[in-house]
């Protein structure tokens, strides 16, 4: 059996030793140079701290792994340092109450995998584990005792090693750029230049370009985005700081190398970063120092030596793709593995090397599937979930009523793909997350972008997934739908949903509030306004009126202007919903200011200004 | 007689302390391990350790890349300098942490 191998990180690596191990003959084609993605600029953890009980399992298995290949570096490949580095404690660090219930959710799933683990006191922390810390900087800290500090190049090097040891091989600059494909079989994979390389099967691994790769297949696979990462190293120091600190809640990891330098990483600086710019390095370099000083207020001097950055691969729902492609019956996939490849890489590795080589599937892989999630109401949860929360919004009204009993399978079944006409690549719509209670409807649009951006000196051609949460009201009033995104993306959504749900776009449609409901709504809490604009002004060469500041304060002013044109747009701070920050353009978009969440803005959107909406089919002159 | 200067090693990188003889031991060591149908300078580099000390290759990168390019060279493989992809980074100077970080950690 010959098996062709796409992409030489720790993934393709990892699953290209063991195929080889198996006896398969492996060529590993890599379109820059081996490790030259994320494996490369990772600061090389291995952790059992995942934040799913399928991963920490997978990771925990890893760690035996390791161990293995540690020994056989050691024993039969006269390489006395291994892989395995050194054994450290972990600690997960709580900046706050908030902070520490979602941990204490990981912690039992890491407990579960069999992980030495416990809660520490900011006090323990700082007398067990490490000094340096500022014991006021945080709540509290949830520490594992079974991850290690990886020798981390050479985990990729040796199994390069291993690989050709066995007759394989492993070719830089071979970029695949398509494949030829006739049935369910792909028959070759094309390399730039014009190679043809043929094999039995083909493994895609090839981390943040893999989705480029499904594309040019036509195959659908999971969505993945891509995250803008980085990192630094300092100086070397002389203190013997053993473990590793991660804070979650800032994508943040810390520590020091066995070589005595100072290495902090930050794995997700959102989504919508189209290439890296100086501006986003240096918000890179702000967040980890910011971090750094905040836990370790006397490490502030440390000389930053080098920065980096990287792509990181996140499916949606936070788990890696592993599996044979639907489309296909020799194509299998093996990426989305984010920040988290060196922990469950080994042992996802292998189970998925098992499965190629000697047919089968195994059920410990079953919920990575390429074809997960795909239909039905696979909810987004944790750290993504609140990612997806826009503080703005826009309401909607509905022109003609549906019954929920109609639309909620419809909507509850929603997928779309299409192929982009630029670009060729399978875009995605579908709705996700579907909660139907007592008239109130809430789900998650979820739709593709192509992007193309420039990386170094390629043209990536990847897909955006957007997340757009909705909330529909079905009952109790009039039929309303709140987009949670700005206005043109809600527009977009709004219409998108019209032609699912009526077969037309223009069924659903803005809601506009009433002139007279508006100003009386707003003149109760004067007080507590902050900005008022004025538009329609029938002034000459006047097009917006506004008030702020002292101005608000001269009512005998609002009443002028309120005379010469219509409130166009209220910022206001409204002591009846907690405090709640939030502007109102008459046109009902919504934006919230400060600490609000998504649940006070669709609150506040059905509670309140659905009573302030011009009766339906009426307008005031606009 | 006594050793002339020339029995001296050749320091290549200073921060590692690497010779010209060290370099290429580690480059024979690379070839090995990688083969020379995957080996960059990169993956190079990094099992060399030259180039990943206090300057960053900032004093030493030319030279060590034409050490590697010339004992590719005499290896007989095919190696196009435009391949390499190593560069100097930021900062261009070391810069202490303290200096980017914010006073609170919601502004990062």
Redo the contacts between chains.
């Keep these: 059996m010959r098996v062709a191998i796409i992409g030489a990180g720790v993934i393709g690596v990892g699953i290209g030793r063991e195929l080889s191990g198996r006896g398969v003959e492996v060529e590993v084609l890599e379109a820059a140079y081996p490790e030259s993605g994320a494996s490369g600029r990772s600061i090389g953890v291995s952790s059992v701290q995942q934040k799913d009980p399928r991963l920490a399992r997978l990771a925990m298995e890893g760690i035996g792994i390791s161990r293995e290949i540690d020994r056989v570096l050691k024993e039969e490949f006269n390489m006395p340092t291994g892989v395995m580095g050194e054994q450290v404690p972990h600690a997960s660090i709580a900046l706050s109450e908030q902070d520490r219930a979602r941990l204490s959710r990981y912690f039992e799933y890491w407990r579960a995998a069999g992980a030495e683990a416990r809660e520490m006191s900011p006090r323990e922390v700082k007398e067990e584990l490490m000094p340096w810390i500022d014991e006021g900087s945080f709540v509290s800290a949830f520490v594992t005792f079974s991850d290690f500090k990886l020798m981390y190049f050479p985990l990729v090097s040796s199994g390069i090693m291993m690989i050709r040891s066995r007759g394989g091989v492993v070719r830089r600059k071979s970029r695949v750029v398509g494949f030829d494909a006739t049935g369910s079989r792909v028959r070759a994979a094309l390399l730039e230049g014009g190679r043809r390389v043929e094999a039995d099967a083909y493994v895609v691994a090839a981390g943040a370009r893999s989705a480029e790769l499904a594309a040019a297949l036509g195959d659908a696979v999971p969505p993945i985005r891509v995250a803008q990462a980085g990192a630094l190293v300092t100086e070397p120091y002389k203190y013997q700081f053993r473990p590793v600190v991660t804070v979650d809640s800032k994508g943040y990891r810390f520590t020091q190398t066995l070589r005595k330098e100072f290495v902090a990483s930050v794995y997700d600086m959102g989504y919508d970063n189209e290439g890296f710019s100086v501006d986003e390095s240096l918000r890179v370099l702000e967040r980890l120092a910011t971090v750094t000083v905040k836990l370790f207020p006397s490490f502030s001097y440390m000389n930053v030596l080098r920065q980096w950055g990287a792509y990181l691969d996140y499916a949606l729902d936070g788990l890696p793709i592993v599996g044979w492609s639907q489309k296909y019956e020799n194509l299998y996939y093996a990426y989305g593995f984010g920040n988290y490849g060196f922990s469950v890489g080994p042992a996802a590795a292998r189970r998925a090397a098992r499965e190629i080589a000697d047919g089968g599937r195994d059920p410990e892989l079953e919920p990575l599937r390429p074809g997960r999630g795909r239909r039905g109401a696979a909810h987004i949860s944790g750290p993504l979930a609140s990612r997806a929360m826009v503080l703005a919004a826009k309401l909607f009204r509905l022109r003609a009523p549906l019954r929920p009993d109609v639309l909620v399978p419809k909507l509850r079944d929603f997928r779309l793909e299409r192929e982009d006409a630029e670009t060729g690549q399978v875009l995605v719509e579908e709705i996700r997350g579907l909660e139907y209670s007592s008239g109130f409807l809430s789900a998650t649009v979820l739709k593709d972008r192509p992007l193309v951006f420039r990386r170094r000196d390629d043209l990536v051609k990847t897909v955006r997934t957007i997340e757009v949460p909705f909330h529909l009201r079905l009952e109790g009033g009039e039929q309303l739908l709140l987009v949670l995104a700005k206005k043109g993306l809600a527009n977009e959504v709004a219409s998108d949903l019209s032609r699912i749900m009526y077969g037309s776009p223009k069924m659903i449609v803005e809601a506009r509030l009433s002139h007279e409901k508006f100003r009386r709504y707003f003149e109760g809490s004067m007080e507590d306004a902050r900005v008022i604009y004025f538009d329609q002004v029938d002034l000459p060469n006047v097009g917006v009126l506004a008030l702020y500041g002292e101005s608000l304060r001269d009512s005998a002013l609002y009443h002028e202007y309120l005379e010469h044109g219509k409130i166009w747009y209220v910022v206001v701070t409204l002591p009846s919903r907690g405090g709640l920050t939030v502007g109102v353009t008459r046109n009902a978009i919504i934006a919230a200011f400060g600490r609000a969440t998504a649940q006070d803005l669709v609150d506040f959107a059905f509670g309140e200004l659905a009573g302030l909406l011009e009766e339906p089919g009426a307008g005031d002159g606009e | 007689m006594r050793s002339s200067v020339r029995e001296q090693p050749t320091i290549v990188c200073r921060c590692m302390d690497k010779t010209q003889e060290d370099l290429i031991k580690s480059l024979q060591m690379a070839i090995?391990?990688?083969?020379p149908?995957?080996?960059?300078f990169?993956?190079y580099r990094?099992?060399a350790t030259a180039t990943t000390g206090?300057c960053?290759g900032r004093g030493c990168l030319s030279l060590v890349q034409r050490v590697f390019a010339s004992e590719m060279k005499k290896m007989g493989i095919e190696f196009d300098m435009d391949?390499i992809?190593f560069r100097v980074?930021?900062?261009l100077q070391?810069?202490?942490?303290?200096?980017?970080?914010?006073r609170?950690?919601e502004?990062?």
């Design positions: 090995r391990m990688f083969g149908e995957a080996l960059e990169e993956n990094r099992l206090f960053q391949e992809q980074r930021s900062p070391p810069v202490p942490l303290g200096l980017f970080a914010r609170s950690l502004e990062v």
